[in-house]
């Protein structure tokens, strides 16, 4: 099932170059884009503003099948506290275009599922699919703004696969 | 704190881990929050450090603020414990931070 949650961070992380490539952050001195897995990077006291954090939270498997279904759930947590320009008041807006750019990444609901512990990358047989994502309300916490999205991941355990 | 990344797709996705290196700052003042009260609970405990000292560090590491130092922060080592932030503030006189006071937890594994 690892590489079913790799699969859906690299996917994502991928079309979020596409949806908005202005959306970048400085994380151990690299730039790369706004979105990050909370379980591989390191512990932070606070909520990192304008990127989605991805928390793999439950996990379930069908073995009925004739591969198992293994069925993760991903919370995709942002929030933001505006633009320094605009003062913070603009927090709503851009908690509204992060909705949009996450409803962006999340289609397709599918990506071919690959094997990242090999270099290159080797794909898979099969696809990492997904239901449409639940948003939460927005969630205010003094001057900041964000939400929850919820997705249910699904993915078939190939043979041989961990 | 975490040494540079190399935007590699395996750092990202927790399968290497980078490097680490230790940023010594002083002068700091511990002090001990809660005692331990029961068995297997964590220690709690703050860190008061010279504002001029975490300037310089923030300065050779080229980061915008204070804060950013911190986020990016694994943990605090005392002694041969590591300890994680759990909460930053700051002391500021005419408007220039004199003191940062940091709260720690000292990483552990907790029971479910």
């Known amino acids: ?162 | 704190m975490p040494g540079p990344g190399t935007g590699a797709d395996s750092e990202q996705i927790g399968l290497a881990s980078g490097s680490f290196e230790d940023l010594p700052l002083s002068p700091a003042v511990i002090r001990k929050t809660r005692d331990k009260m029961q068995e297997g609970a964590a220690n709690i405990c703050e860190v008061l450090l010279s504002a001029s000292a975490v300037a310089a560090k923030v300065g050779a590491l080229n980061l915008d603020s204070a804060d950013a130092l911190f986020v990016m922060a694994t943990g605090v080592m005392i002694g041969t414990k590591l300890f994680l932030i759990e909460a930053v503030a700051s002391t500021e006189a005419f408007g220039q931070a004199y003191m940062y006071r940091l709260q720690l937890r000292e990483a552990m594994p907790e029971a479910l």
């Open chain 1, 1 to 162: 099932m690892q590489n079913a949650k790799d699969s859906f961070y690299l996917a994502l992380r991928n079309r979020l170059v596409v949806v908005n490539p202005a959306r970048t952050m400085l994380l151990r001195g690299v730039l790369r884009p706004s979105i990050l897995v909370e379980e591989a990077e390191p512990y932070t006291a606070k909520a990192l503003p304008d990127l989605f954090l991805l928390r793999w939270t439950a996990l379930a498997q069908n073995q009925a099948l004739p591969e198992a279904l293994v069925t993760l759930e991903c919370e995709i947590h942002y929030v933001t506290d505006g633009t320094q320009t605009g003062g913070g008041l603009d927090r709503g807006r851009m908690l509204e275009k992060m909705d949009a750019d996450l409803t962006a990444m999340l289609a397709p609901p599918s990506t071919p599922k690959q094997d990242s512990t090999q270099t290159p990358a080797v794909v898979m047989q099969t696809l990492v699919f997904w239901t449409d994502p639940v948003f939460t309300a927005s969630i205010l916490t003094r001057d900041r703004i964000g939400r929850v999205a919820t997705v249910t991941v699904y993915s078939y355990q190939e043979q041989g696969e961990a």
